[in-house]
């Protein structure tokens, strides 16, 4: 299988391709139905590498295929795809899916979800069900690995495909750069980012 794709230097687009993959774990298979891309260094205030490498964005440098994993808020996982070509920082978020294989396994690890469709609706679910944590930083997706990363078995048509601004950012939140397969029921919903107030000072 040649993924040297995930290599081009069009984030957006490799996001985009990535929609209808499925991604496995911990017994469960979620393929993929909502992407969101981030650039690096260049441009993308948005992204973790917009301030150039550290030890937690370190994987986002390349090579394309691994897993960059983070955790926010204090309590929840999110996994990305690394894409680009090494050196370049840029890696798609995978923000939802449908639980295609591994059903019981997913809702026992989701046992507050009273609906099949929001078992990985958004970024954290979507980490949740697969059981991935901070272990899975830097492995390789493409390979035999626990966590693998592999083909849509039905490739989404493009005009099937719809695009918006990005979720949860606080810099070019406006960029539409969030992708989706259109009217999927797995799809989390959108939520302008609202930047915090800090209270009056007295």
Known sequence: MDYSWLSATDVAETARNLLGW?????????RITEVEAYAGTAGDPASH??????????????????AYVYFTYGMH???????GPEGEASAVLLRAGEVVDGLDTARARRTAVRRDVDLARGPARLCAALGIDKSVY?????????????????PVPAGSVSAGPRVGVTGAHDVPWRFWITDDPTVSTYRRHVPRRRPAQP
């Open 138 to 154: 830097g492995r390789y997706l493409l390979g035999d690995g626990p966590v693998r990363l592999r083909p849509a078995s039905t």
């Open 77 to 83: 996982w999110c996994v990305n795809v690394v894409t």
């Open 22 to 30: 499925e991604i496995s774990a911990g017994g469960v298979t979620v």
């Open 49 to 66: 590498a917009h301030r150039g490498r550290t030890p937690r964005n370190a994987v986002m440098f390349g090579p394309a295929g691994h």
